[in-house]
């Protein structure tokens, strides 16, 4: 078995925001990998006195735990238990019903001898090589797919110069927008302190025999393919294959310098946190 993994911050000075994690049984048989993606709250107060990283790393390392020791558990069960028992650590002390409480997307992957079970949530991919080389990505588009007048503001935005007062408020207003839509029918979800959200994952079970390697990336990573379009998903594992996880994240880093202020692949962030998994069980 062949198992590498990387990540690193989109910018040294904040702190990586995304998890990464393999696990294998001690009986020797499977093993089970999750990765999220932490989204970046607003600068104001979002009702909460932790850090994303420090939602992360609960909810990431109770959904490896779980995933491991609890094998007749299905992935979103998982998830859901994972989510709540974040949630009771500090319910307390923070607002968990405020919209930008600290949450992530999600990717899981758990295996045995005979199949491989999936979970993806929101934006970070799951790629699953065959033996004939063909690559299957588990996505889930929702976020690609908000309502067209949304999609026309991300427009308008991207359309600013960086740095302007103009591009600051139509951002702001984008920004309001896409809240409305966060984890609300007709929008999209990510993992937060509402275990129900576990049932709205893409999920499923492939055969384990035919299967080569499991590729999980975050967004982040996952933007050489989606928004630099610098080569195809089957591509993408070829690179991490031969050249391992960081291969892929120094490609990303390579882009986003000859593109600093996203002019000609508009996105987001310029630079964005990069984490990437790779098991060939």
Same mark, same amino acid.
């Given at each position: 078995?062949?198992? %590498?993994?990387?990540? %690193? *911050?989109? /910018? ?6 995304? #998890?990464? @994690?393999?696990?294998? *049984? &001690?009986? $020797?048989?499977? $093993? ?8 970046? *709250? ?20 109770? !959904?490896? /735990?779980?995933?491991? @020791?609890?094998?007749? !558990? ?9 989510? @709540? ?14 919209? =930008? ?15 491989? /079970?999936?979970?993806?949530l929101s934006d970070s991919v799951l790629l699953l090589e065959r033996a004939d080389g063909s690559v299957h990505p588990v996505l889930d588009r929702r976020l690609d797919e908000l309502p067209p007048a949304v999609q026309d503001r991300r427009a308008a935005? =991207? ?19 896409? %809240? ?6 007709? $929008? ?8 129900a959200v576990a049932a709205r994952a893409v999920s499923g079970t492939a055969a384990r025999e035919g299967l080569r390697s499991l590729t999980a990336l975050s967004d982040g990573a996952g933007r050489w393919t989606e928004v630099f379009h610098e080569g ?20 990303? =880093?390579?882009? %986003?310098?000859?593109?600093?202020? $996203?002019?000609? #692949? *508009? ?7 990069? &984490? ?6």
């Open positions: 078995m062949r198992i %590498e993994l990387a990540t %690193e *911050p989109g /910018e040294a000075q904040h702190p990586n925001e995304d #998890y990464a @994690s393999v696990a294998l *049984p &001690a009986s $020797g048989q499977g $093993g089970a990998l999750v990765l999220l993606d932490g989204v970046t *709250p607003p600068e104001e107060d979002y009702g909460c006195r932790h850090t994303v990283p420090w939602f992360t790393a609960r909810l990431g390392g109770a !959904m490896l /735990e779980l995933s491991v @020791s609890h094998r007749d !558990m299905t992935l979103p069960e998982v998830l859901s238990a994972a989510i @709540s028992r974040t949630a009771d650590i500090h319910r307390n002390t923070c607002d968990l019903s405020h919209p =930008r409480t600290p949450q992530a997307t999600v990717v899981a992957a758990r295996w045995s001898g005979v199949a491989v /079970e999936y979970l993806v935005v =991207r359309a600013l110069p960086r740095g302007s007062a103009e591009r600051a408020a139509a951002g702001r207003k984008y920004a309001r927008a896409v %809240e409305a839509l966060r984890n609300a029918e007709g $929008g999209f979800f990510t993992a937060a302190a509402d275990p195809s998903w089957a591509d993408c594992v070829a690179l991490v294959s031969e050249r391992g996880p960081q291969a892929l994240i120094d490609r990303v =880093r390579a882009a %986003e310098a000859a593109d600093p202020q $996203g002019a000609a #692949y *508009p996105r987001g962030k310029a630079r964005d946190d990069a &984490a990437v998994i790779f098991v060939a069980p």
